[in-house]
């Protein structure tokens, strides 16, 4: 049932957040991911195998995001032949001990059951240090053109629908999840996965979305097109194209972007694998709670990365500074990027060589995510100037990312927007 009118607290909170006022002193960074699959949809390893990669590589929180489900209930999976490099029961077993591990004989063949995530939170979270947030992967299309909403911090899953188009199905499934925040009152997020894949998703379709705030600026996975194709327009530039275009239709909205793993193999580490470790968000927030975590992403006090650290990332009303953790040997690049508020808001069409029209991005003036200022340095200030929409900072380090989801990808991150108020 629908109560108007009565919002907990978590609302008031994650309202009161939007101001980009500093957080409070005791806040830290927490790392985690918001992408990741397991053997509860299209994962190759048991949800607690896959969680505890996690919980040992350092991060905080995670995500188990697998495709229109939470999980819960009782499902059970056949394993592959155990040459096949994929999950095996030796290894399951020798993790968490015989006595966790449940099988069953049908016919010839054994089967196992999956943990629900009550039991593997049970296992595995512990206060302060570890912490695993229900979600779920809406997958859904329109036509040809997948159309991927995650949802975080979920209650119950939503079931993938679809709409009259690419953004009206999107739209569908960020209404779902801001209906379900509403009527619950627990804290939650939806955010647009991989635009690039299938190339189904514009940015004009992401401007003119509504009540959403988050989209992958990098997605690990390496069938999604982060760098577009020559032709369309890769995230990075995408992002710069929906701030434009949005903070013109809706002022004061903007778009975050977020770094995901979207994992799916944990068995063979590979550039062409969807392997973990890839990108990831570093939170600030008082404590390692779900809805303070969403209240720290709500009013943009996260950067992305796929490997550079952070000290800190300071805004001021009409100030970005970011201060980098150094690394020996590395060197880092610090580009402001931003969009005035007079920019040219003529665009044409892509028209590809063969003639045929698709649904893509549109082609903007330079002006749209332009660099502001470049430093080549550890530490750098952006002071805004009066005719900016917004800045945010891109930083590149000269180390190679390992196992990147491309040979030459060198280390990111990313800052989210500083919005001119008016
Ligand atoms: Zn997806
Ligand atoms: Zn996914």
């Known amino acids: 049932m629908l109560i108007l009118g009565i919002l907990p607290e978590t609302t008031f909170r994650a309202a009161a957040a939007l101001s980009p006022a500093a957080a409070a002193p005791t806040s830290r960074y927490w790392k985690g991911n918001l992408h990741t699959h397991t053997l509860w949809s299209d994962g190759d390893d048991f949800p607690e195998m896959v969680a505890d990669w996690y919980k040992a590589h350092g991060y905080h929180f995670l995500a188990l995001s697998d495709h229109n489900l939470i999980q819960e209930g009782e499902k059970w999976v056949r394993l ?157 530039r995408m992002w710069d194209i929906i701030l434009a275009l949005r903070l013109s239709k809706q002022p004061g909205m903007p778009t975050y972007g977020l770094a995901v793993d979207d994992s799916h193999r944990y068995h063979q580490f590979s550039p062409s694998e969807s392997n973990p470790g890839r990108g990831w968000i570093m939170v600030r927030s008082p404590r390692l709670q779900a809805e303070d975590l969403i209240a720290g992403l709500e009013r943009g006090d ?50 590809p060589k063969d003639g045929r029209p698709y649904a893509t991005t549109r082609r903007y003036s330079p002006e749209v995510g332009k660099t502001l200022r470049e430093v080549e340095g550890t530490s750098a200030t952006y002071e805004f100037k009066g005719d900016e929409m917004y800045v945010r900072a891109l930083v590149i380090s000269s180390k190679l990312k390992e196992n990147g989801h491309s040979k030459t990808e060198t280390e990111r991150a990313w800052t989210q927007p500083l919005i001119a108020l008016p």
């Open 80 to 236: 592959p032949p155990a040459s096949d490099k994929k999950a095996s029961l030796s290894s399951y077993r020798m993790k968490f001990g015989a006595g966790w591990v449940e099988t069953r004989e049908v016919g010839t063949n054994t089967e196992v059951r999956l943990k629900t995530l009550g039991e593997i939170r049970k296992l595995l979270e512990e206060r302060g240090k570890f912490l695993m947030i229900p979600a779920s992967e809406i997958t859904s299309n329109y036509k040809v053109w997948p159309v991927h909403v995650n949802a975080t911090n979920l209650r119950y899953p939503i079931p993938a629908s679809t709409g009259t188009n690419v953004l009206d199905t999107m739209q569908r499934s960020v209404d779902a999840v801001l209906f379900q925040r509403r009527t619950t009152g627990q804290a939650m997020i939806p955010h647009i996965n991989h635009p690039n894949f299938g190339w189904s998703i514009t940015a004009e379709d992401l401007a003119d979305l509504r009540g959403e705030k988050f989209f992958e600026v990098y997605n690990g996975h390496p069938e999604v097109h982060n760098e577009g194709d020559g032709t369309r327009v890769g995230t990075e």
């Open 302 to 351: 996260f950067y992305s990365t796929t490997g550079v650290e952070l000290l800190d990332v300071h805004r001021e009303k009409r100030s970005l500074r970011v201060r980098i953790k150094q690394e020996a040997g590395v060197t880092y690049t610090i580009r402001f990027i931003g969009t005035p508020k007079s920019f040219d808001r003529n665009s044409t069409p892509i028209v």
